[in-house]
């Protein structure tokens, strides 16, 4: 088992466009040393290095002995491979969603930390947003949800289908509530601009009844994120963009006149907060108190499974209409 650590030694790899704000919140953390920054492109880790008075690496190997815990923020096919290498080197790893490309590589990793003590987190990064921790007070057993998660189209990401590069966030916050087993799954998608699935909707279906409708386009005209969950005391919509939170639910008061009767109608409003700050400073946490992390490989790879499984039920449904 590892020993307790005071001062955190603390490497990112990868400071493109979001591992670079990984690397600025590592920077200004108490408890934490941030020894390094790894790019394979010389003036993103010598620029962001400069910045925050650290060093910058070509290779990953190069932190090898120098860390006790890295964030992996490289594109997702990068990430078994790279995190496989830290965690035979002994080093916690925090790795960007999705975990990995495929479920062997999940399991792998999840094989190769347990054997050795070690600890992965996996950056569902809306696990950590207001609403969504909120939320946690307010849902209980929802039986219907639907979601919405669109963007105006940026290349960064294009490397993996929709499904993995944004449903996952929705993915993840709907089993982090429903708990339980998929029963059944349709989906449909298609490219549009990049080589892999653009837009995607996919109808999930619970043992326990709960039915879910989720879809994720990267080609929108502007920015949605909305959730609706509905349950048998209450309707909750969530609009991440204008941080509110709608909630219509029973009150059991006698003598009230109610735009619904019987039912009350709250408007919450939730402050931005910063998720990304959030999540590093659980994991941080995690690995110095060496207590499980918010979002273990166990749950990440739960993400991936059903992720991957909506891909599979896209491309039969494709296939079904070339044949047709």
């Known amino acids: 088992m ?6 955190l030694r603390v490497g990112v790899i990868g400071v493109g466009y979001l591992g670079k704000f990984h690397a600025e919140k590592y920077a200004h953390m108490d408890h934490v040393n941030l020894v390094g920054v790894v790019d394979p492109v010389k003036d993103n880790a010598v620029n962001v290095a400069k910045k925050l008075g650290t060093t910058a690496y070509l290779d990953h190997k190069d932190l090898f002995g120098k860390v006790d815990a890295v964030s992996i923020v490289v594109p997702t096919p990068l990430h078994f491979d790279i995190s496989s290498d830290f965690l035979k080197n ?12 495929t479920l062997e590589e999940a399991d792998e990793l999840i094989r190769i930390s347990e054997s ?10 809306e696990r950590f947003n207001p609403a969504v921790i909120a939320l946690q007070d307010i849902v209980n057993q929802p039986m219907f949800i639907e979601s919405h998660r669109l963007s105006v189209y940026n290349e960064r990401g294009t490397d993996v289908s929709v499904v ?3 449903m996952i966030h929705d993915i993840d916050i709907i089993l982090n509530f429903v708990k339980s087993d998929i029963k059944n799954i349709h989906a449909a998608g298609i490219p549009v601009i990049s080589e892999h699935v653009d837009i995607a909707n996919a109808r999930l279906e619970f043992t326990n009844g709960c039915v879910a409708n989720v879809t994720a386009s990267r080609i929108s005209a502007k920015n949605e994120r909305k959730i609706r969950l509905f349950q048998r005391d209450a309707y ?4 991440f963009a204008h941080h509110e939170i709608t909630v219509i639910q029973k009150h059991g008061k006698e003598g009230l006149v109610d735009l619904i009767p019987g039912m009350e109608i709250k ?5 931005k907060g910063d998720a990304l700050e959030d999540e590093l400073k659980s994991f941080v946490k995690a690995v110095i108190t060496r207590q499980p992390p918010e979002v273990t ?3 990440g790879r739960e993400a991936l ?7 599979e039920q896209i491309q039969h449904s494709s296939n079904r209409f070339l044949d047709s």
């Open 2 to 7: 590892k020993p307790s650590i005071k001062k």
């Open 90 to 101: 002994d080093v916690d790893v925090l790795i960007e969603k999705p975990m990995t490309t």
């Open 116 to 125: 050795r003590d070690l600890m992965i987190q996996v950056g569902h990064l």
């Open 164 to 166: 993995l590069d944004l």
């Open 236 to 239: 909750v919509s969530v609009d």
């Open 267 to 271: 408007q919450l409003c939730f402050t």
């Open 297 to 299: 490989g166990q749950v």
């Open 305 to 311: 499974a059903m992720a991957l499984s909506i891909m």
